[in-house]
């Protein structure tokens, strides 16, 4: 066999399932082709690469003056540290792992946070992405980490996992949830995770009490071809899916600051405004819900 062959079979691409769904099939595109240099850069940082935004008080005097020739590369940093924040709080949520457990993240992106989770717990941590682009990437990190036994990525829809029933201690969505049914999403978690394992998610949500998403919500829909769902909606699936919310967590003042200072870089998408405009509008929430699975 050349070593062409080996790259071949070796990637994740070469196992990709054909999408469940027209929409999977575009969402798998969508990913394949991200290459923003507000991901790239700020993952450069240390090898960690996030797909999820940040939380946390800004470090000013890390920051140094705006006119610091050091000064973008400090703000790129900074944004990287709240990214990583947020994946902490996450993992903070999962209760107690041990190293012979296993965690599940739905919607694995390019796998910085699964690199944590084992990084934290010395688990064995499984993801699933819909892009083979990602997966590849995930499981090149996971290669020169050597932590490869460990960590691995894997194309395949969230809705339908390759793992046994009662298989999870914990499994996650990261910023992932918007992109399928939470009836559906809800009860593959169920199905994956043991009787007293515990789901986490980060998401961002529109509020019930606003009435309906607002053109905010709308405009984020459209930039990221999502759709993100109610507060209310979320608690309803947990609920009809043996999920039990122990702690919901309002991280929307939390993440304000990280969109401010994100604003001011040059590395800037355009969605900034519309994420500043609804949580300060009340009309969209960035939540935390860890549930147990009873
Ligand atoms: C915004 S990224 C979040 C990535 C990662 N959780 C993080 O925090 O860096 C959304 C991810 O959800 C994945 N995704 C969306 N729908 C999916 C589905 N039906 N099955 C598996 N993954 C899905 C995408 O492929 C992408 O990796
Ligand atoms: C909170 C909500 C509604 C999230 C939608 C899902 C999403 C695209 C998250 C960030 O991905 P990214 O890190 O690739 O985005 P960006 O390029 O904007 O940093
Ligand atoms: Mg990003």
Known sequence: MTSTEFTTVDSAAAFVPAPATPYQGDIARYWNNEARPVNLRLGDVDGLYHHHYGIGDVDHAALGDADDSEHEKKLITELHRLESAQAEVLLDHLGSIGPDDT????????????VMAHQRFGCK?????????????ANQRADELRIQDHVRARVCNMLDMPFE???????W??????????????????????????YV?????????YGQPSKWVS?????????IHSRREYLRAMADNRLVPQAIVDLTPATLPYWELRATSSLVTGIEEAFINSYKDGSFQYVLIAADRV
Not at 103 to 114: E, H, K, N, Q, Y
Not at 202 to 208: A, E, L, M
């Open 103 to 114: 965690l599940v993240d739905a919607g694995c992106g390019r796998g910085g946070s699964m």
């Open 125 to 137: 941590v499984e993801g699933v992405t819909l892009s083979a682009k990602q997966a590849d990437f």
């Open 165 to 171: 029933t009662g298989q999870a201690a914990g499994s």
């Open 173 to 198: 969505n990261n910023e992932s949830s918007m992109y399928v049914d939470l009836h559906d999403l809800f009860s593959e978690h169920s199905r994956v995770l043991e009787v007293g394992g515990r």
């Open 201 to 209: 998610t980060i998401t961002g949500c529109w509020n019930p009490r």
């Open 219 to 227: 405009q984020i829909n459209a930039h990221f071809e999502c759709n």
